[in-house]
């Protein structure tokens, strides 16, 4: 089972912030925070990370809450082309692997 | 440079048929991860290798399904005597490193469908 809960869907007007929350209140001290989104027929693709601090790169911005129980994922102007399932997963590091438990995603719908 | 690569794209094989999977990951990346993803779900892990050794396998759904990475680097799945649940798109994805925090970059997948 995945370790994190997201909402099975959102809507965002076009040029708006998307803001995509994810629950996981049994996060470990060492796990960190992905974010991947996969366009329609397409692989998953990398967004970002983070352990502890508030990220940002070119994609997005990621915003982990002090007690690491839940993040936001903000696509600052989102665009047509952002409409995908977001991903939001934690590190399960077991038997000497890591075994990453991607969940159902929230599918993001951006609208003009 | 090139990404992960994976082939074929589509294939389709009729019941009871055996499949080979093949994954080409970024060179240099340590890690290799494959995935099975049922339409209008998300991915479900089914093994990992760190270079040549697979280092888990508790995803496969069953002994029909089976791995390898002999050299490090290009990785096969193998699927004998296809069944229609099996019907999936197989992502493959690899990493520069076994250790966080390092992402995942994955292929564009292999589409089966069994008949």
């Known amino acids: 089972d995945a370790k994190t809960t997201q909402p099975p869907s959102m809507d965002c007007a076009e040029g708006r912030a998307a803001n995509l929350p994810c629950n996981h209140s049994?996060?470990?001290?060492?796990?960190?925070v992905y974010w991947y989104r996969q366009i329609h027929s397409q692989g998953p693709q990398y967004i970002i990370h983070?352990?502890?601090n508030n990220e940002t790169n070119e994609m997005a911005s990621l915003i982990i809450t002090e007690d690491r129980k839940s993040s936001t994922l903000i696509l600052p102007h989102a665009t047509l082309r952002d409409t995908a399932v977001y991903y939001c997963?934690?590190?399960?590091?077991?038997?000497?692997?890591?075994?990453?438990?991607f969940g159902a995603g929230t599918r993001l719908f951006v609208k003009a | 440079g090139a990404g992960v690569s994976q082939s074929p794209r589509y294939k389709v094989a009729k019941r009871g048929q055996d499949v080979a999977l093949r994954c080409d990951p970024i060179?240099?990346?340590?890690?290799l991860f494959w995935y099975q993803q049922a339409l209008g779900q998300g991915p479900e892990f089914l093994t990992y290798?760190?270079?040549?050794?697979?280092?888990?396998k508790s995803g496969l759904p069953s002994d029909r399904f089976f791995a390898e990475r002999p050299e490090g680097s290009v990785s096969t799945l193998k699927i004998q005597r296809t069944q229609q649940e099996d019907s999936a798109v197989y992502l493959c994805?690899?990493?520069?490193?076994?250790?966080?925090?390092?992402?995942?970059?994955f292929g564009p997948g292999t589409r089966l469908t069994v008949t």
């Open positions: 994805a690899s990493s520069l490193a076994p250790y966080d925090p390092y992402e995942q970059y």
């Open positions: 049994t996060i470990s001290g060492n796990e960190y």
């Open positions: 983070g352990l502890k």
């Open positions: 997963i934690v590190r399960v590091d077991d038997t000497g692997g890591f075994k990453t438990i």
């Open positions: 060179s240099g990346h340590v890690s």
């Open positions: 290798f760190q270079n040549e050794a697979q280092l888990d």
